[in-house]
């Protein structure tokens, strides 16, 4: 009988149905074709295609089915982090592009600026995931509050004192915090645990491209706009911030599906949703449960959660340096151009790195190792500038790698999410709660650590951020080794 099964033969027999005993009486040899039970290969262009995106390769219905999410639902989703982070981070830009003579910020105001906007994040952030849970769609709450902090950046271009600004950020954190946590939740919702990484990893990239577009949007308004109407160019840039993010707005009411189990997406059939359910489950994922105090009581009691925004708040903490390049810059003395070009090579690296990190998580799962060696990278790029007196090329060098740093961030998202896939409303919370937590941090770590009147030489920021890099080896490790050990 082995010989049979290994050449694709079955030996039987037929006897007499009046044979009692069963007697065999005529031998019959029968040939199976096991090529014919075989799926075939895909051609090898989609095969190695796959590798850079998933949807190249499977079954047609697959396919089909996830190359509508990529068109449907992933580019509102980037879109609304785009303006989300372009008007989260345009005072940088124009900061040291006039704003700071013309308010006369020569004191820690920068920094206090950042801390406005934290606070309004830490507010807002936990009970804007909690409704999305229990009272309003996250197509009716995002898109609604991206028109109200657009119309607020306009409004930052015609302050007049910096009390004014303080009271502009706040708010514009407060709208925003119902958005990064609620992009994630809606991607972790439709795409499985092999299509996350790389998907969350373009999503966090925008920030590049965001920061990337608002220095050369700066620079382009600086040198065309300063003066204009009566604005200076740092003001402009504000007013063109809150215009371009207010049709992205609206579109987001039209082109967000919330999840699976409520979406009323018009590019969404009954066939689409039943096949999109029975995808996630098969993952194990459930749909959402109403969010009740004793579920809060659950989650908030949960080592799940407490480990995650530890590793979060320590990832994100350590690569931090990339938001002083730019003083550094302008103290060597470069020009208010350079100021706004350099640094978006700096972006492009984190870009480059984070997609190239978030594809090999997909394809090997290697999540924890993809990780920690990013936080061996962010050690070093904060050792060379701990030690601050080197080449001027070796301080480049450091400042540019720790871009790289922003790539750890969606790997250990998605790990997140596939650990946690059968507690949706856990996975709801994990980011929500990460980035109050991880904000709280911003209260503090610029205002003690990195005061801008030492900038660009700072006494002990640099030192601390190795901490935090070490910090983030552990608590990622800790994680790994309780989530093994309750498998």
Same mark, same amino acid.
């Given at each position: 009988?082995?010989?049979?099964?290994?050449?694709?033969?079955?030996?039987?027999?037929?006897?007499?149905?009046?044979?009692?005993?069963?007697?065999?009486?005529?031998?019959?040899?029968?040939?199976?074709?096991?090529?014919? $039970?075989?799926?075939?290969?895909?051609?090898?262009?989609?095969?190695?295609?796959?590798?850079?995106?998933?949807?190249?390769?499977?079954?047609?219905?697959? =396919?089909?089915?996830?190359?509508? %999410?990529? %068109?449907? %639902?992933?580019?509102?989703?980037?879109?609304?982090?785009?303006?989300?982070?372009?008007? /989260?981070?345009?005072?940088?830009?124009?900061?040291?592009?006039?704003?700071?003579?013309?308010?006369?910020?020569?004191?820690?105001?920068?920094?206090?600026?950042?801390?406005?906007?934290?606070?309004?994040?830490?507010?807002?952030?936990?009970?804007?995931?909690?409704?999305?849970?229990?009272?309003?769609?996250?197509?009716?709450?995002?898109?609604?509050?991206?028109?109200?902090?657009?119309?607020?950046?306009?409004?930052?271009?015609?302050?007049?004192?910096?009390?004014?600004?303080?009271?502009? =950020?706040?708010?514009?954190?407060?709208? *925003?915090?119902?958005?990064?946590?609620?992009?994630?939740?809606?991607?972790?919702?439709?795409?499985?645990? /092999?299509?996350?990484?790389?998907?969350?990893?373009?999503?966090?990239?925008?920030?590049?491209?965001?920061?990337?577009?608002?220095?050369?949007?700066?620079?382009?308004?600086?040198?065309?706009?300063?003066?204009?109407?009566?604005?200076?160019?740092?003001?402009?840039?504000?007013?063109?911030?809150?215009?371009?993010?207010?049709?992205?707005?609206?579109?987001?009411?039209?082109?967000?599906?919330?999840?699976?189990?409520?979406?009323?997406?018009?590019?969404?059939?009954? *066939?689409?949703? =039943?096949?999109?359910?029975?995808?996630? *489950?098969?993952?194990? /994922?459930?749909?959402?449960?109403?969010?009740?105090?004793?579920?809060?009581? =659950?989650?908030?009691?949960?080592?799940?959660?407490?480990?995650?925004?530890?590793?979060?708040?320590?990832?994100?903490?350590?690569?931090?340096?990339?938001?002083?390049?730019?003083?550094?810059?302008?103290?060597?003395?470069?020009?208010?151009?350079?100021?706004?070009?350099?640094?978006?090579?700096?972006?492009?690296?984190?870009?480059?790195?984070?997609?190239?990190?978030?594809?090999?998580?997909?394809?090997?799962?290697?999540?924890?190792?993809?990780?920690?060696?990013?936080?061996?990278?962010?050690?070093?790029?904060?050792?060379?500038?701990?030690?601050?007196?080197?080449?001027?090329?070796?301080?480049?060098?450091?400042?540019?790698?720790?871009?790289?740093?922003?790539?750890?961030?969606?790997? $250990?998202?998605?790990?997140?999410?596939?650990?946690?896939?059968?507690?949706?409303?856990?996975?709801?919370?994990?980011?929500?709660?990460?980035?109050?937590?991880?904000?709280?941090?911003?209260?503090?770590?610029?205002?003690?650590?990195?005061?801008?009147?030492?900038?660009?030489?700072?006494?002990?920021?640099? /030192?601390?951020?190795?901490?935090?890099?070490?910090?983030?080896?552990?608590?990622?490790?800790?994680?790994?080794?309780?989530?093994?050990?309750? *498998?």
């Amino acid at each position: 009988m082995a010989d049979s099964k290994e050449t694709g033969v079955i030996v039987g027999s037929t006897t007499n149905s009046d044979n009692e005993e069963g007697i065999v009486k005529d031998p019959v040899t029968i040939q199976i074709d096991e090529s014919a $039970f075989e799926q075939p290969k895909s051609p090898l262009w989609r095969r190695i295609l796959s590798f850079i995106w998933d949807s190249a390769d499977g079954d047609p219905e697959y =396919r089909r089915y996830v190359r509508r %999410l990529d %068109l449907g %639902l992933f580019p509102i989703v980037c879109l609304g982090y785009f303006i989300k982070y372009l008007d /989260q981070t345009n005072y940088s830009n124009a900061f040291v592009s006039g704003m700071q003579e013309d308010l006369s910020l020569y004191g820690n105001e920068r920094n206090w600026l950042n801390t406005w906007f934290a606070l309004g994040i830490i507010i807002g952030s936990v009970p804007a995931q909690m409704s999305q849970l229990s009272f309003v769609r996250p197509s009716v709450l995002i898109p609604t509050c991206e028109i109200m902090w657009s119309a607020l950046v306009i409004s930052m271009g015609f302050a007049k004192n910096i009390k004014t600004m303080y009271a502009l =950020r706040f708010f514009v954190g407060l709208l *925003e915090s119902c958005a990064f946590p609620g992009y994630i939740a809606i991607l972790g919702s439709w795409y499985g645990p /092999q299509e996350l990484a790389k998907r969350t990893a373009i999503l966090l990239e925008v920030e590049s491209i965001a920061s990337m577009f608002s220095g050369y949007l700066q620079a382009g308004l600086y040198n065309s706009m300063n003066g204009h109407a009566g604005l200076a160019g740092w003001r402009w840039l504000f007013v063109m911030d809150g215009v371009i993010s207010i049709p992205i707005a609206l579109a987001g009411f039209v082109l967000l599906p919330n999840n699976p189990y409520n979406t009323k997406a018009f590019y969404w059939s009954a *066939e689409h949703i =039943r096949y999109g359910i029975e995808r996630v *489950e098969k993952f194990g /994922q459930q749909a959402p449960k109403k969010l009740t105090l004793q579920e809060i009581k =659950r989650i908030a009691s949960s080592w799940q959660l407490w480990v995650f925004v530890g590793s979060y708040t320590m990832i994100a903490a350590c690569h931090t340096a990339t938001s002083y390049f730019n003083l550094w810059l302008k103290a060597e003395g470069y020009s208010v151009d350079k100021i706004n070009y350099l640094p978006t090579g700096g972006n492009a690296l984190a870009i480059v790195v984070t997609l190239a990190w978030g594809m090999i998580a997909d394809r090997t799962g290697q999540f924890y190792w993809l990780i920690i060696s990013l936080q061996f990278w962010m050690i070093l790029s904060n050792i060379l500038l701990s030690v601050w007196n080197i080449p001027k090329a070796a301080l480049m060098f450091a400042y540019y790698i720790s871009y790289a740093g922003s790539a750890a961030t969606p790997v $250990f998202i998605a790990w997140g999410a596939k650990l946690n896939a059968g507690d949706p409303n856990l996975r709801q919370l994990l980011v929500a709660v990460s980035n109050v937590v991880s904000y709280a941090w911003v209260l503090w770590v610029p205002l003690v650590l990195f005061p801008t009147y030492d900038a660009p030489k700072y006494k002990y920021g640099y /030192q601390i951020l190795i901490l935090f890099g070490g910090l983030a080896i552990t608590f990622v490790t800790t994680m790994k080794l309780l989530y093994q050990g309750k *498998e």
